[in-house]
């Protein structure tokens, strides 16, 4: 397995998101709103003949697990994905990355849609 843990903590109390656990946190506070999601993963070529991205929505109590956006393939070494979803406070995404990449061109976050 590889190992997304990229930074340990990262909050403020006045932000609506939150970084942790590898997952990206709708603060509960925070009412149903669009969050542009996005990333960047630079695969090893030689290393990784096949690959994929996943960016996954961990809901709030009581709904569901939900693959919100994936790109696979063999071809390129660079995926560049962006989704807008609708996030309510408790929930959280995730990155899941299959294949062998390299950590210091890889990359992913969040922007709150006004």
């Not at 590889?2 to 509960?28: A, G, M, P, Q």
């Not at 790109?71 to 995404?93: E, Q």
Request: proline residues 1%; charged residues 20%.
């Amino acid at each position: 397995m590889i190992d997304l843990k990229w930074r340990e903590h990262v909050t403020c109390e006045s932000c609506s998101l939150s970084f942790h656990d590898n997952c990206i946190y709708v603060n509960n506070g925070t009412a149903r709103s669009l969050f542009f999601i996005y990333a960047q993963v630079v695969f090893k070529k030689h290393v990784t003949p096949y690959w994929c991205v996943k960016l996954i929505r961990n809901g709030s109590t009581g709904k569901s697990e939900k693959v919100e956006a994936q790109v696979r393939g063999a071809a390129s070494k660079l995926v560049w994905m962006g989704r807008i979803i609708t996030l309510t406070g408790g929930d959280s995404v995730t990155l899941n990355i299959t294949g062998e990449y390299q950590n210091e061109e890889t990359f992913w976050g969040a922007f709150q849609l006004h």
